[in-house]
Structures are given as structure tokens and as C-alpha cells.
């Protein structure tokens, strides 16, 4: 079993929809990571947190240490948020991540 | 916002020869900085980790005699894949920390190098 899975692997939206991609882990950390990946390779570092809540534009995370768990949400998803949304887990008392495998996401217009 | 830079972005090389991946970070000063390798389907997976003035700590599995990193300045880090064969052929990609800040400071990751051995 990975220590980092993410649900669902492909997601289908329609423009306009609510998004929420999931990530559940097994290992103890001091922080969670949201990334997006393009379909060229390049990553984003979209939310690094340790606790609670954080919103940046359209995209809000939420994570639940007790629960190991965390949700990336996409308000009014658009075609230019296609991508492949990664959740990484690092600390725990070292720097190295331990990815998920992503989430595809693609938005028809 | 911070910048890491990696160069070539894409290399085609001939099964043998060794290819030299650069990790700029163009804003910021890095004294660690994180290669990975993804195949495809793949998730990310930690090569080795490139500490400024010392020598590479790698992960169980990768060869430290076949990829090779040098981390010479707070700048630059190179990784190069050294006698590449085709299963080398994968997507590789670095990722710098800003040293002033704390190790769980988000990182800034570069465009990535697809390899491809012919």
C-alpha cells in the first residue's frame, strides 16, 4: 500500500463544476503539499499546509491531521485547469516528500 | 515568486553517452536541492538529494556511479546520467528550497528534462 493515495486517478469535469480531488496518508508528517503538474512536465507548488484550511483564488485545501487526510477543491473549474494534481507529504522529521501518484483532471469547455 | 530554472528541457542521446541535467535556482539562494525521476503513469520518486558543498545523498536503489550530482555553488546543481542506456529514458526534474527559509518551506520545482536513449 503507498503511503500517499490520492482518489480519484481521472476526473472528467464540465466547465463551471466543483472540484475535489482527495489525499490520504499513512505516515506522520509536518506538512502536506498540492502540486500541479502541466501536461508539458512543469510543477506549481499550489498549497503547502500543516493544518486547517488555505484558499487562494479558486482553489481551496483542507487538511485533517487526525484523519491523515486532505481535499483540494476547485471552485467554477475552467479548461485551463486540466492538469495532474499531485499531493505530497514531507517532515515528520525529514525533507523528503513522498508523492502521491495525481490525479488527471481534465475540464471540457 | 521564486524561479528554478533546469536546462535542457528535452535531449535525444545515444545509448553510452552521458547527459548533463542543470538546476538553476534564478532568485534564491539553494543550499539543497532535490532531483526526481518520473516514468510515465509515474508518480515523482526522489533520486537523490544535492546538499551545497557536499556529496549527494541518494536513495536506496539509485546508483550514486551512474547519476552523478554536483552541487558547487548555492545557485546550480547538475546531475548528469552517466554511460545512459534506454531505461534511463524517463522525465527528470529538480526542485530547490530557499535555504533562509525552514525546511518545510514550499518548494519551487523546474520544468523538468525528458531523456530519451536511443
Known amino acids: 500500500k503507498n503511503e500517499v493515495e490520492q482518489s480519484p486517478q481521472n476526473l472528467t469535469a464540465q466547465e463551471g463544476e466543483f472540484i475535489t480531488i482527495n489525499c490520504s496518508y499513512s505516515?506522520?508528517?509536518?506538512?502536506l503539499h498540492w502540486l500541479q503538474q502541466h501536461p508539458g512536465g512543469g510543477i506549481v507548488s499550489l498549497f503547502m499546509?500543516?493544518?486547517g484550511k488555505k484558499k487562494h483564488g479558486r482553489l481551496i485545501a483542507t487538511i485533517n491531521i487526525q484523519e491523515k487526510h486532505s481535499s483540494l477543491h476547485i471552485t467554477a473549474s475552467h479548461p485551463r485547469d486540466s492538469a495532474v494534481y499531485i499531493c505530497?507529504?514531507?517532515?515528520?522529521?525529514?525533507?523528503?516528500?513522498?508523492f502521491g501518484k495525481g490525479t488527471k483532471l481534465t475540464v471540457n469547455p | 515568486g521564486a524561479v528554478v530554472s533546469q536546462h535542457p528541457s528535452w535531449v535525444i542521446c545515444k545509448s553510452g553517452t552521458s547527459v548533463k541535467i542543470e538546476c538553476r535556482s534564478l532568485d534564491f539562494q539553494a543550499t539543497t536541492m532535490f532531483w526526481y525521476r518520473q516514468f510515465p503513469k509515474q508518480s515523482l520518486m526522489l533520486m537523490a538529494t544535492s546538499n551545497e558543498g557536499s556529496k549527494a545523498t541518494y536513495e536506496q536503489g539509485v546508483e550514486k556511479d551512474k547519476f552523478l550530482i554536483n552541487h558547487a555553488s548555492l545557485t546550480l546543481s547538475t546531475l548528469t546520467v552517466t554511460s545512459a542506456h534506454p531505461e534511463d529514458s524517463s522525465f527528470y526534474i529538480c526542485s530547490a528550497r530557499d535555504w533562509q527559509l525552514h525546511y518545510n518551506s514550499p518548494l519551487h520545482f523546474g520544468n523538468g528534462t525528458r531523456l530519451t536513449v536511443t
Open positions: 505516515v506522520g508528517i509536518s506538512a
Open positions: 499546509l500543516s493544518s
Open positions: 505530497a507529504v514531507g517532515g515528520g522529521g525529514s525533507e523528503k516528500l513522498v
